[in-house]
């Protein structure tokens, strides 16, 4: 009996609050381009096919309290976190508990044109807009203010499987990062609050055709995800380590048909593990933020014939490119619940760095290391040395030479906090 009450009192101790905003700009009343190809030409976007959401999570242990929000854009950067931070520190929320990252959808709003680094009036880049910034930091802003309102008794639990045929390699290798990993959060008397869904797979199935804002196939699976579960609850897609990982969808006549499918056989694995989690006692959270210096920023060798080319960057700009929107340090942050670790990497990272920083993290007696990729900030691939020197397109767009996969992997275990 008294072993069955230090259960419950451990599991009481937590709490939850969660909320979404429509993050969705009115492309009929301005000129909302749309990134993720430079084949699009910087060019507007010509309608919504599905809306775009920010989803905030708080979860609080009784003593520390964090936010982990995913949005559906292609990534985010260091100063519009930022400028979220500034307007939420009523909730307690600060620098080192705000885990903020994006699905990486290629049909939604241009990054670019949301990071104050750029200076640049390169369409294919994206050009900045203050007003695209201010309304998407408005957007989180309020999804985390209204999650810190309705914070209520929760307990969570976790599980994970192995899911081989929804991805690939694109860059011809064989190495996949298959584990889907699915948190689940519920109230005391068993009703949905949340849930995390974590894979390695880029949001591409729309191609630079489609010119309508959409969160691809890891947004129709939030909203699905949502229904099924009812009672409001808030569903997050964290992207892992997706640098090289293409999703390979099921067949379809059109492009949304294709990204219907692949949300369907994603929903399914994600439901029927949801439906298996047993939830843990005795859980206790910790938060550790780091920024570590990167290696000096060079351009790969092949970066002109292909990023180079894509992007409309010329051989003369480059250099300014490189220095004035990419950082000179990586911010890495962790989020621990129990033996769940989150980890988030500024960028996209190949699915042999996912696996070496898991394995790692294993050894240091970590039993669920999860990758998530595209947090916090933004500083291109992240590749193994000999990946980067094989070359092609994501070697083109990591910008800090060959050693840069093992410098991150470094930073990684460094921030996983102990308890």
């Given at each position: 009996?008294?072993?069955?009450?230090?259960?419950?009192?451990?599991i009481?101790?937590?709490?939850?609050?969660?909320?979404?905003?429509?993050?969705t700009?009115?492309?009929k009343?301005?000129?909302?381009?749309?990134?993720g190809?430079?084949?699009?030409?910087?060019?507007?976007?010509t309608?919504?096919?599905?809306?775009?959401f920010?989803?905030a999570?708080?979860?609080?242990?009784?003593?520390?309290?964090v936010?982990?929000?995913?949005?559906?854009?292609l990534?985010v950067?260091?100063?519009?976190?930022?400028?979220?931070?500034?307007?939420?520190?009523?909730?307690g929320?600060?620098?080192?508990?705000?885990?903020?990252?994006?699905?990486h959808?290629h049909?939604a709003?241009?990054?670019?044109?949301?990071?104050?680094?750029n200076?640049?009036q390169?369409?294919?880049?994206?050009?900045?807009?203050?007003?695209?910034?201010?309304f998407?930091?408005?957007?989180?802003?309020?999804?985390?203010l209204?999650?810190?309102?309705?914070?209520?008794?929760?307990?969570?639990?976790?599980?994970?499987?192995?899911?081989k045929?929804?991805?690939?390699?694109?860059?011809?290798?064989?190495v996949?990062?298959?584990?889907?990993?699915?948190?689940?959060?519920?109230?005391?008397?068993?009703?949905?609050?949340?849930?995390?869904?974590?894979?390695?797979?880029?949001?591409?199935i729309?191609?630079?055709?489609?010119?309508?804002?959409?969160?691809?196939?890891?947004?129709w699976?939030?909203r699905?995800?949502?229904?099924?579960?009812?009672?409001?609850?808030?569903?997050?897609?964290?992207?892992g380590?997706?640098?090289?990982?293409?999703?390979?969808?099921?067949?379809?006549?059109?492009?949304?048909?294709?990204?219907?499918?692949?949300?369907?056989?994603?929903?399914?694995?994600?439901?029927?593990?949801?439906?298996?989690?047993?939830?843990?006692?005795d859980?206790?959270?910790?938060?550790k933020?780091?920024?570590?210096?990167?290696?000096?920023?060079?351009?790969h060798?092949?970066f002109?014939?292909?990023?180079g080319?894509?992007?409309?960057?010329?051989?003369?700009?480059?250099?300014?490119?490189?220095?004035?929107?990419?950082?000179?340090y990586?911010?890495?942050?962790?989020?621990?619940?129990?033996?769940?670790?989150f980890?988030?990497i500024?960028?996209?990272?190949?699915?042999?760095?996912?696996?070496?920083?898991?394995?790692a993290?294993?050894?240091k007696?970590?039993?669920?290391p999860?990758?998530?990729?595209?947090?916090?900030?933004?500083?291109?691939?992240?590749?193994?040395?000999?990946?980067?020197?094989?070359?092609?397109?994501?070697?083109?767009?990591?910008?800090?030479?060959?050693?840069?996969?093992?410098?991150?992997?470094?930073?990684?275990?460094?921030?996983?906090?102990?308890?």
């Amino acid at each position: 009996m008294v072993l069955m009450l230090l259960a419950t009192r451990a599991i009481a101790e937590w709490q939850c609050g969660v909320a979404k905003q429509d993050i969705t700009p009115d492309v009929k009343a301005r000129a909302i381009p749309l990134g993720g190809y430079g084949d699009r030409m910087g060019k507007p976007a010509t309608g919504v096919h599905d809306p775009i959401f920010a989803r905030a999570i708080i979860l609080s242990d009784g003593k520390k309290k964090v936010a982990i929000v995913g949005t559906d854009l292609l990534f985010v950067n260091e100063p519009l976190r930022q400028a979220v931070l500034e307007r939420i520190s009523e909730t307690g929320i600060g620098d080192d508990s705000l885990l903020l990252a994006a699905t990486h959808s290629h049909s939604a709003p241009e990054a670019m044109a949301m990071n104050k680094r750029n200076i640049f009036q390169n369409p294919r880049i994206g050009i900045f807009d203050q007003w695209l910034f201010d309304f998407t930091v408005d957007g989180i802003v309020k999804a985390i203010l209204k999650a810190n309102k309705n914070l209520r008794p929760a307990k969570i639990g976790w599980a994970s499987k192995p899911v081989k045929d929804l991805h690939r390699n694109r860059r011809g290798d064989e190495v996949t990062d298959d584990e889907l990993f699915v948190l689940r959060v519920d109230s005391l008397d068993g009703k949905p609050i949340a849930a995390i869904v974590n894979y390695a797979a880029h949001p591409t199935i729309l191609s630079a055709r489609c010119m309508e804002i959409s969160g691809d196939w890891c947004g129709w699976l939030e909203r699905e995800m949502e229904k099924a579960l009812g009672n409001n609850a808030v569903v997050l897609f964290l992207n892992g380590a997706l640098g090289d990982q293409s999703p390979k969808p099921p067949s379809g006549e059109t492009e949304f048909e294709r990204v219907e499918q692949m949300g369907k056989a994603m929903l399914d694995h994600a439901l029927s593990l949801y439906r298996q989690v047993q939830f843990k006692t005795d859980l206790k959270l910790a938060t550790k933020v780091i920024r570590e210096p990167l290696p000096k920023k060079v351009a790969h060798p092949q970066f002109e014939e292909i990023a180079g080319r894509e992007y409309g960057v010329p051989k003369e700009m480059l250099t300014s490119v490189l220095h004035q929107l990419f950082p000179d340090y990586a911010l890495v942050m962790a989020v621990r619940i129990g033996d769940v670790v989150f980890i988030g990497i500024p960028g996209e990272p190949i699915a042999q760095i996912g696996l070496n920083i898991k394995a790692a993290a294993r050894e240091k007696g970590i039993a669920m290391p999860i990758v998530v990729g595209l947090a916090n900030d933004y500083i291109g691939y992240i590749l193994t040395s000999d990946e980067y020197r094989q070359g092609g397109y994501e070697a083109t767009v990591s910008f800090y030479g060959e050693a840069l996969g093992k410098v991150i992997e470094e930073i990684a275990l460094s921030a996983i906090p102990e308890m």
